[in-house]
């Protein structure tokens, strides 16, 4: 990398706040209140199971208190040839937050699909924020991924 294209790299990044070099993960109960902040829960191991009527989780997000752009993609699979429904919503607390998506799985054996969901949020307190879905009993779940960007200013529009 030649010098200008370095130093303007470095200059960005300081401006953005982005760390460079050496690595490091930031934690969602970090103290510091300014700036965008990225949040992620990558794919961890998993035990597919099967959903029924009821929400259950499917993955959680300790965030601290600030204005958020979340976005999820939960993983479904179906081995039949029938369709079936999933269903799956954000949570924080006991309420819902953002629309219910749903998608149609089936048709042919061995099915896959995943249901994107994305909801703006202003937290006053840390809280943990929720995938949680609910299918027909033949839809099992596959790998759900949460971001959270935290952004000094947030309008939600109608």
Do not use: W
Not at 59 to 78: D, E, H, M, Q
Not at 104 to 115: A, E, K, Q, R
């Amino acid at each position: 990398m030649n010098f200008h294209v370095g130093r303007a790299f470095m200059l960005c990044s300081a401006a953005l706040g982005v760390a460079v070099g050496g690595g490091g993960s930031a934690r969602a109960d970090d103290q510091d209140q300014g700036g965008t902040r990225g949040f992620f829960t990558p794919a961890a191991a998993f035990e597919a199971r099967l959903l029924d009527g009821e929400f259950r989780e499917m993955r959680r997000l300790s965030l601290p208190p600030g204005r958020y752009i979340a976005n999820a993609t939960a993983g479904f699979a179906s081995s039949t040839p029938d369709f079936f429904i999933a269903e799956c919503i954000f949570f924080l607390g006991e309420g819902m937050q953002g629309e219910l998506s749903r998608a149609t799985l089936g048709g042919s054996f061995g099915n896959f699909v995943t249901i994107p969901l994305t909801v703006g949020v202003t937290l006053k307190t840390p809280q943990d924020l929720i995938v949680a879905c609910r299918g027909d009993s033949a839809v099992s779940t596959q790998p759900t991924t949460i971001t959270a960007i935290r952004v000094d200013r947030l309008t939600l529009q109608p």
